[in-house]
């Protein structure tokens, strides 16, 4: 039966063997056992939630890379190197480093000196329920939405790739995430995005090992690239920005610059709770401080495993890729590109591998989702404001509950994007209306103490508001593209890179005038949540190879190095 | 790992899944020796091998040093 379910779509990209399917297998049964040892542990809600406060620095920080590291990324990124050449390298260094390093030395001693177990929880010790319902409410809803698309996105890859039929992979996927979150809480999420952190570093590191290897190093490459796309700058990542019409992306450096470096990516990394619970799983604030720095160094080596694969794509592949929008019968797309290269250079065993960690990376996604979904609601949405006062193993069975309904309800998702795709370009729109001005309240509310209840809750729903009107404008009447984006040749990246700039911008502006005019808290109720008034721990007793302020200055050291090398 | 819970380190798993995936690549790697598979690229340089080989190293190396002992 389950054969059958698994083998009934017609035809694949890649074929497995044996020795693949027993890979795959003992995955699954790992994933399930350590779920089951894992449950005795999770006994308190802390510990279900927060995974006991007892993770050390190296294994929160591999989780907190790790939940960014899912396959619908790894796919994505591949697809839009291949699409935009090293210009995609962006979105993991000026992308995504220094807003590490930001949470790790300015923002992490706030969220975790306050004891709060969330980024909403945070919103309402600092401002109060308006802001904190806001965010949860919007946070919870996109989570799990975003877990439906991860199933689907999951199941689609594996019909296209292997043969399986969507239920079979949507059965399998959600039954598997449901039993080890459900059983071991963010212990287990956390244990599976290490695993799977390892798998995808094995399964998809030979690919530009051997891919450099046929192409005779990185000038072949780029020879060969050069040869097939004559009068094209695949290979420079600022070189082309100096003017929209220089790149395929129609991006200019500011953009990079200020709506991806300040804040799309500062949002991102520094507000989203489904990254910034891994780290708050820290044992203490100097091992909270230091795992967003240690995932910086491995982030920055993460374009070795996707864009090099999209490089080496262009350099090797015997035909051209096409948009997903365009892709007749018999033709690839660009998203398709890492499975191609795995299909090219890995036979037996190694593509196994490759797959599981295409499996585990979408698996992750969804527990990783699903795991924030439940403390969110647990905490911000059921114990406020539906059972105040009820015993702590009340909260962990709601959690679990969380768990199996909020998998439910992605596989009505899932199911729905099926039928409707363009869902799934709305639902992943939906993180960016909110997460770059919830960028701008946590920040001004972290590092200015004047900042008023009501300033925090205006500023943030005039950014949401702001970042959907842009967000809608520039999708259904193009001419608005030259409004907000300052030209009309801006791609769907770029456009988002200034919706979230300008949604940063107006939840700043907002804040600070309704603070001008509004009555501030008192300091009492600020005390360990904003700079001015919390006593930071020092650390003049640790030598200097363990302070995270150096580990931080070396990962932007390496990572100004870096665009000077591909400059 | 845990001060608190004494829970198996994480890396002892990933040593265990490394170590039995490292087995089973450089087994097949070695079976398809005199006969690589067809379709794939620079299948001369035998990847599964000297990878599979990395793995089972590796695999090794995590699962002896944290093993799980009991503490007296």
Redesign the interface.
């Known amino acids: 039966m389950i054969a059958t379910m698994a083998l009934s779509a017609p035809s694949t990209l890649v074929h497995l063997s044996g020795v693949d399917l027993a890979i795959i297998a003992i995955y699954f049964l790992l994933v399930l056992g350590i779920g089951f040892y894992l449950k005795k542990f999770a006994k308190t809600g802390e510990d279900f939630f927060l995974a006991g406060r007892e993770m050390t620095a190296w294994v929160a920080g591999l989780a907190f890379v790790s939940a960014n590291l899912g396959s619908l990324e790894l796919l994505g990124w591949a697809g839009n190197a291949y699409q935009y050449g090293m210009m995609a390298a962006h979105w993991y260094w000026i992308g995504a480093i220094p807003a590490m390093v930001f949470l790790g030395i300015v923002m992490m001693p706030f969220y975790y000196i306050s004891k709060t177990h969330s980024v909403p929880g945070y919103l309402k010790l600092r401002y109060g329920t308006e802001a904190s319902a806001l965010s949860a409410v919007t946070f919870a809803f996109m989570t799990i939405l975003m877990s439906g698309v991860n199933m689907y996105a999951m199941a689609l890859v594996m019909e296209v790739v292997l043969g399986w039929s969507l239920h079979f992979s949507i059965i399998v996927s959600s039954l598997t995430v449901g039993v080890y979150v459900a059983a071991g809480g963010l212990f287990s999420a956390i244990f599976n995005e290490v695993l799977q952190f390892f798998l995808i570093w094995f399964g998809a590191l030979l690919i530009p090992i051997l891919g450099l290897i046929e192409t005779g190093g990185w000038s072949g490459m780029v020879a060969r690239i050069h040869e097939r796309f004559p009068g094209q700058n695949f290979t420079h990542m600022w070189g082309p920005m100096s003017s929209p019409s220089n790149n395929p992306m129609g991006v200019h450096w500011i953009a990079i610059v200020f709506g991806l470096g300040a804040v799309q990516s500062m949002g991102y990394w520094t507000t989203d709770f489904l990254v910034v619970q891994r780290v708050l799983s820290a044992k203490d604030v100097r091992s909270a401080k230091l795992a967003p720095i240690i995932g910086s160094f491995f982030k920055m080596a993460v374009p070795l495993i996707v864009i090099l694969p999209g490089l080496l794509g262009l350099a090797v592949l015997p035909f051209h890729l096409v948009p997903g929008n365009q892709a007749g019968p018999g033709q690839f797309k660009y998203d398709d590109v890492l499975p191609l290269m795995l299909a090219r250079y890995c036979g037996p065993g190694l593509l196994g591998l490759g797959i599981t960690a295409l499996v585990a990376g979408f698996m992750a996604g969804m527990a990783g989702n699903v795991s924030a979904f439940a403390t969110v609601w647990t905490y911000d949405l059921y114990r406020p404001y539906m059972r105040k006062d009820a015993p702590d193993a009340h909260y962990v069975s709601m959690g679990r509950w969380c768990t199996i309904i909020g998998l439910i309800v992605s596989i009505g998702t899932a199911y729905l994007v099926q039928y409707n795709k363009s869902m799934m370009d709305y639902v992943q729109a939906l993180f960016g209306f909110f997460i770059a001005p919830l960028f701008g309240t946590v920040v001004l509310g972290m590092l200015w103490k004047r900042v008023s209840r009501m300033a925090g809750f205006l500023g943030l729903l005039a950014g949401v508001i702001m970042s959907v009107t842009a967000f809608l404008l520039m999708k259904f009447d193009p001419s608005w593209v030259k409004v907000f984006a300052f030209s009309s040749l801006a791609q769907p990246l770029a456009q988002a890179m200034w919706q979230a700039l300008w949604a940063c911008v107006t939840c700043v502006v907002v804040t600070v005038l309704v603070t001008l005019v509004d009555k501030p808290k008192p300091d009492e109720e600020l005390r360990g949540l904003v700079y001015a008034l919390t006593e930071v721990p020092r650390e003049e007793g640790t030598s200097w190879l363990h302070r995270p302020a150096v580990w931080g200055v070396a990962a932007l050291v390496i990572l100004a190095v870096l665009q000077i090398i591909f400059w | 790992?845990?001060?608190?819970?004494q829970?198996?380190p994480?890396w002892f798993?990933?040593g265990?899944?490394?170590l039995?995936?490292g087995v089973?690549?450089l087994?097949?790697?070695l079976m398809?020796w005199s006969h690589?598979?067809e379709?794939?690229?620079?299948?001369n340089?035998h990847?599964?091998v000297w990878?599979?080989g990395l793995?089972v190293v590796l695999g090794t190396i995590y699962c002896a040093k944290y093993y799980p002992r009991s503490e007296a």
């Open positions: 790992m845990s001060e608190k819970h829970i198996i994480v798993f990933v265990s899944l490394l039995i995936y089973l690549i087994g097949s790697g398809e690589p598979p379709g794939v690229q620079l299948s340089l990847a599964p990878w599979g793995l």
